[in-house]
């Protein structure tokens, strides 16, 4: 049953839902940057948080398998692991604003993969995403490109490829594909730390911030942010809830200034209001190939 206005109540929870994403953010850059924790390790660890805390959720597995585990790993793990790599040298307002390219990723991929017809008002929505996220990475020297930025798109890629893979996928319970993802996610990367990190254990700082932080990302995010995401969608319509998904990078960019002290310049802030109004566009125009959850999921 589909609600056409969304209760006060609801509308508050999901505000916290979007809060809580863009902490995972701030939380991921205080971890690898400023307490030195490596990357691929701090994405293993958190996988196998999620993995241990939804176990129950593992069996029976849904088949095709193959499928599954490339798009959940993708979708999860994997895009998380990739942002995390850039965050140690991008600021988290910066990726707050990459990530806005998330939803016209997804429906370029839609029309290529899917045979998605594009109408002129979705091509006015893509363009203004692409133009405002090039605006706010422009400095007056020209384009930043650091290799952080170019991981923070790359991430935003592989999530939109896993939402086109998981869209041709029979649905699936969000614990189920959750716990999914991170089994795939612990399989994968505990290997990668191993060899490119070189046992990297010692090398961070393994406080009780860093474990706070993981039981964050791992619990409050995946398990319990996404099972609420989840279960509006099946509450609401979804074109009243992926517009409202906007709210992230808001507060991303906000605790980037407030807590990592980012360095916001009026460029950025038009470049990544641009955006915005470019994935609203996209979130609001009706897709006939991909529910509209598929362009903001975050697993």
């Not at 979705?122 to 706010?136: E, K, Q, S, W």
């Not at 409050?220 to 609420?228: D, E, K, L, P, Q």
């Amino acid at each position: 049953m589909h609600h056409k206005h969304m209760q006060p109540r609801d509308l508050l929870v999901f505000i916290g839902v979007c809060f809580v994403w863009a902490l995972n953010v701030v939380g991921s850059k205080y971890v690898v940057d400023h307490l030195s924790v490596p990357p691929l390790f701090y994405a293993a660890a958190r996988s196998a948080v999620v993995m241990t805390a939804l176990l129950p959720w593992i069996l029976p597995a849904p088949r095709p398998v193959a499928r599954l585990l490339v798009a959940v790993f993708l979708l999860g793990s994997g895009g998380f692991a990739v942002m995390f790599i850039g965050l140690e040298t991008t600021d988290p307002s910066t990726a707050g604003i990459i990530s806005l390219l998330g939803p016209p990723l997804t429906a370029i991929l839609g029309i290529i993969f899917l045979g998605e017809r594009v109408h002129w008002r979705r091509g006015t929505g893509i363009a203004l995403a692409f133009a405002g996220v090039v605006m706010a990475l422009w400095s007056p020297s020209g384009l930043v490109f650091t290799p952080g930025v170019l991981w923070v798109v790359a991430s935003c890629f592989i999530g939109a490829a896993g939402a086109i893979l998981l869209k041709q996928y029979p649905a699936t319970s969000p614990l189920r594909l959750q716990a999914w993802s991170g089994l795939t996610g612990t399989l994968v990367f505990i290997p990668l730390t191993a060899t490119f990190e070189f046992g990297a254990i010692p090398g961070g700082t393994y406080n009780w911030e860093f474990f706070g932080i993981l039981a964050f990302s791992g619990l409050v995010v995946s398990v319990g942010a996404h099972t609420i995401y989840f279960r509006m969608l099946q509450k609401y319509e979804a074109n009243l809830v992926a517009p409202l998904t906007l709210i992230t990078p808001i507060f991303t960019v906000s605790l980037g200034v407030v807590l990592t002290g980012d360095e916001v310049t009026p460029m950025m802030i038009a470049g990544g209001i641009l955006a915005l109004a470019g994935v609203f566009v996209i979130a609001v125009r009706p897709s006939s190939k991909l529910p509209k959850d598929f362009l903001v999921r975050k697993l």
